[in-house]
């Protein structure tokens, strides 16, 4: 992996840096904080350049009070309050100036959250959540509210906040790729892989080739079985109940498949600093795909020919490009509204710069839900056959090589997972050990955008909006 | 929509016949919890205690011991263990009633059984789930049991949005503090009779993030009826340990060992 290119500021060249890099039509990604040499606390703000295969970084002094950047990357308007919150660096000028990670409300402390005030005589509150109907994930939701018409929705989603960040502090690398595996369970393989690349990256080795191909495998099937269960869930939203239960019993096979090339259905235990832990058990996987590919086929034929599928989707919960950039849009909701951007292309790793591996961008302008549907369908038939090429390309070898984290090494890796941009930033201390790991993950991202295609909307398009963002909570909440 | 309900009827069923007659539990490949055979361990050997992400493996008079409700099914022990004491199984339906059953060393009394009968529920049981801070791979596989495949409905076992109309409280993750007071209030909101189920390492024992912002498991806040470890523990381990909840299956695993089928 390319090495990151980092660069010094002070507080105050930082603003004409933002606006350099936007005038230049570069992209900012992330902001967090690192401990510097002297035990004080340093920001790091991430961006991308055009044609650059890595990523820049900017190093600035925190013992001061910094400029907020949200005015011109609103997107850093989230990660700006995170580093507040837990590391009490101060922005000046943010025009958020409250908690993002949810303070704790028990008896002890009192609820910080700000909810705008919206009244009038027919405007209604609803608080929905954290408990909500069917098996899902815990979060909060404040709605404003006239009759059918949404005017205003608040998501609290921190309240499964499990400082999951800090807790690979002090941790050795090895055990750090298992805690990786466990920041969000349906992307395991991804974070294992941003993980496991950020390590890489700072101990300056590069995998076997035999690893990089099969890191393809895994991470495209990770693709294949959560877009599946996204297809059959949004199906589901939109009351096609024969489509929900065909679509996630198409997961379902694929989750089984998982199970028997690597041992997990949630293809964990494999992917480690250096290249694999285990060689996968891959006879038979083609073969398997194949018998996939009809059914799968069949399966979105046959959504397409619903026209009450299409009239649920197209126009709902709409995200203007613009939008999608400014506020960080990522993975199929960003191509979905016309964003260009992948990062198996854009900073190619594993094996993805490999053409024989024929991968293709999807690609949408329309910013609804059926384009975001539209995106990952198209994703679906991608990964199959990225899985298959990439198992007749694998050659034989090794599958790793010894990989220590060097002492005050510092490094980063990122996968786009099945969801977006994922990227894990690591800092090593004086004995080897994890010093801060830093995760950027996709639905931080999404979760900020979302909010702007529910407000002015209407009650009835909610759940299929929200279910055509394929968001997670414990991602966000990390 | 007709088409849809067409093409439904002429596939057919996709269930597995498994558990109530001969068909696949659909958990192929999958690796399970480590087996100890601690006479194969070496002296001195720490090896695997060093390894464990959990702490799930400890020494009692120079004699490893595992606790199964600390395992989060990583295999690293398993490949770092020089003898084979540890060895690698498919071992996976880990569900009880009883949390010492987890641990080959007893180290707590036996916890007494929730006294009241289960008797009435035995082919109708409501459950309601919170996720008190997963990862969501424990939510990924509870909405799995709807899929086809497993097609829970079939076995009597329903999830229901309401807790008043719930006999059992499924909880996964290890409890952070913000969702303390939403959990307890869901459960106060249960009608009894009432059982609590942790399900999957996190909400048995705090699994890899005890300590901050969460609890080390569920155990310190409500009582606990039904515990099922496992990271997460597989649709069809649900089935079996709902199942014996109920008393329509056998419990498989007694003072830390598995006895497996």
């Known amino acids: 992996m390319t090495p990151i290119v980092k660069q010094g500021l002070n507080a105050g060249q930082l603003l004409a840096a933002a606006q350099e890099l936007c005038d230049q039509g570069g992209r900012m990604i992330m902001l967090y904080t690192a401990p510097d040499d002297d035990g004080g606390i340093t920001l790091r703000y991430v961006a991308s350049r055009q044609g650059m295969v890595g990523f820049e970084a900017w190093v600035v002094p925190a013992d001061r009070p910094v400029p907020s950047l949200a005015a011109i990357w609103p997107l850093l308007s989230w990660y700006e309050r995170e580093s507040t919150d837990h590391r009490g660096v101060t922005f000046t000028d943010q025009p958020e100036p409250w908690p993002l990670i949810q303070p704790l409300r028990d008896a002890e402390s009192a609820d910080l959250r700000r909810i705008p005030e919206i009244a009038g005589e027919d405007v209604q509150i609803l608080p929905f959540g954290p408990v909500r109907a069917g098996v899902v994930e815990s979060a909060e939701f404040t709605f404003f509210y006239v009759g059918e018409a949404i005017l205003h929705y608040v998501p609290h989603l921190f309240l499964k906040h499990r400082g999951m960040e800090d807790r690979f502090v002090g941790c050795d690398s090895e055990t750090g790729a298992i805690l990786a595996e466990r920041v969000s369970g349906v992307g395991s393989a991804a974070h294992a892989l941003a993980y496991a690349q950020a390590i890489e990256a700072a101990a300056g080795i590069s995998v076997p080739d035999r690893a990089r191909y099969q890191r393809v495998i895994v991470a495209e099937l990770e693709r294949l079985y959560n877009h599946l269960y996204y297809l059959g869930h949004l199906a589901d939203t939109t009351t096609l109940k024969v489509g929900h239960a065909e679509g996630v019993l198409l997961a379902e096979r694929v989750k089984q498949i998982n199970a028997r090339v690597t041992g997990s259905r949630f293809l964990r235990s494999v992917i480690a600093p250096g290249g694999l832990r285990r060689v996968l058990r891959t006879d038979g996987l083609a073969e398997a795909l194949d018998g996939l590919r009809g059914p799968i086929r069949r399966y979105i034929a046959r959504l397409d020919a619903s026209e009450s599928y299409f009239d649920r989707l197209s126009t709902t919960g709409l995200l203007p490009r613009e939008v999608a950039f400014d506020q960080g849009a990522t993975g199929p909701v960003g191509r979905a509204s016309g964003l260009d951007r992948d990062l198996r292309r854009d900073h190619a790793y594993a094996a993805y710069d490999d053409s024989d591996i024929a991968l293709k961008i999807a690609g949408h302008g329309d910013g609804d839900a059926h384009a975001r549907a539209r995106v990952r369908i198209d994703e679906i038939d991608n990964a199959i056959t990225m899985i298959q090429r990439a198992l007749a390309l694998t050659p034989e070898g090794e599958i790793r090589v010894p990989c220590s984290l060097p002492p005050s090494a510092e490094g980063m890796g990122w996968a786009e997972s099945p969801r977006g941009t994922l990227i894990y930033a690591v800092h090593a201390d004086a004995g080897g050990n994890l010093a801060r790991v830093k995760i950027k993950s996709p639905s931080f991202s999404n979760w900020r955008v979302f909010p702007y295609t529910v407000h002015d909307t209407n009650m009835m398009d909610y759940a299929i909006n929200e279910a055509s963002f394929g968001l997670t909570i414990a991602g966000c909440a990390r | ?261």
């Open chain 2, 1 to 261: 929509m007709a088409l849809w309900t067409l093409i439904g009827l002429v596939e057919g069923s996709a269930s597995t016949k498994w558990p109530l007659g001969d068909g696949p539990d659909g958990q192929e490949g999958v690796l399970g919890m480590p087996r100890l055979d601690a006479a194969k361990c070496e002296a001195g050997c720490t090896s695997c205690i060093n390894a464990c992400p959990t702490g799930a493996i400890g020494l009692n008079a120079a004699e490893a011991t595992l606790d199964y409700g600390r395992c989060i099914v990583c295999q690293r022990c398993v490949e770092t263990c020089p003898t084979g004491a540890l060895s690698e199984s498919h071992d996976w339906a880990f569900g009880t009633r009883n949390r010492d059953a987890l641990r080959t060393a007893r180290t707590m009394p036996a916890t007494a059984e929730s006294a009241v009968s289960r008797r009435g529920f035995r082919r109708s049981l409501h459950i309601r789930h919170v996720d008190a801070g997963s990862c969501n791979g424990c939510e990924s596989e509870l909405q799995a049991l709807n899929n086809p495949f497993y097609n829970l409905h079939r076995l009597g076992i329903f999830f229901t949005p309401s807790p008043r109309f719930a006999d059992l409280l499924l909880v996964t993750g290890p409890i952070t503090k913000a969702m303390l007071e939403p959990l307890r209030r869901t459960w106060e909101a249960m009608p009894e009779p009432r059982w609590v189920m942790a399900y999957g390492t996190c909400a048995v024992s705090g699994g890899i993030a005890p300590g901050g912002p969460c609890l080390t498991g569920l155990d310190e806040v409500l009582p606990v009826d039904l515990y099922l470890p496992g990271c997460p523990p597989n649709p069809a381990a649900i089935i079996e340990a709902l199942l014996m909840f109920l008393d329509r299956r056998p419990a498989q695993v007694e003072q830390g060992h598995f006895d497996g089928r």
